[in-house]
């Protein structure tokens, strides 16, 4: 059952945190975006009840970005999430977003958009190509990219 993409980004700010890391809002964004995206090439299904935007710097979710709004760069912290944003979260959903955090939780953002805003990602034919900021961007869309990067290894491996 999908979670909200504050849920989700929670799960992140826990996993950074027990690896004595940290997060800030752009990387949460992308992340959660990412984690996402494998669900939806893997399962058909998505990952967050919310859909991620064509905003300026890559993918938004709105839901998320009204949460961290006031941290500006600052590192997020599981305090800023209210007790109740807990996701019940199939195993499986909760391998992929431990799965991506192995894999990409210790990029910078400039180094996970090239995945959420490189060439041929859904963000790119919205946002870039003319279509402006606020536009949601279909599931249908991040499924065929992460599903071409599954099918690609060298691709993956170049991102």
Same mark, same amino acid.
């Given at each position: 059952m999908p979670g909200w993409s504050e849920e989700i980004a929670k799960e992140f700010v826990r996993l950074a945190e027990a690896? !004595?890391?940290? =997060?800030?809002?752009m990387q949460l964004q992308k992340l959660v975006y990412i984690a996402h995206g494998w669900c939806l090439a893997a399962t058909g299904q998505p990952l967050t #009840?919310? !859909?991620?935007?064509?905003? /300026?710097?890559?993918?938004?979710y709105v839901r998320l970005a009204s949460v961290l709004r006031s941290?500006? *760069?600052s590192a997020v912290t599981l305090d800023l999430f209210s007790s +109740?944003?807990?996701?019940? =979260?199939? *195993?499986f959903e909760m391998d992929l977003i431990v799965m991506t955090? !192995?894999? =990409? #939780?210790? =990029?910078q953002a400039p180094q996970l958009a090239i995945l959420t805003q490189g060439a041929g990602t859904p963000w790119k034919s919205i946002y870039?190509?003319?279509? +402006?900021?606020g536009r949601?961007?279909?599931? !249908?869309?991040v499924a065929d990219q992460f599903c071409e990067m599954a099918r690609d290894?060298?691709? /993956?491996?170049?991102?």
């Open positions: 690896n !004595r890391s940290c =997060l800030n809002q #009840g919310d !859909r991620p935007e064509a905003w /300026k710097f890559g993918p938004v941290l500006g *760069t +109740g944003s807990t996701a019940d =979260l199939e *195993t955090w !192995r894999d =990409l #939780g210790m =990029l870039a190509n003319g279509a +402006g900021e949601d961007i279909p599931h !249908r869309l290894p060298v691709r /993956k491996l170049a991102c």
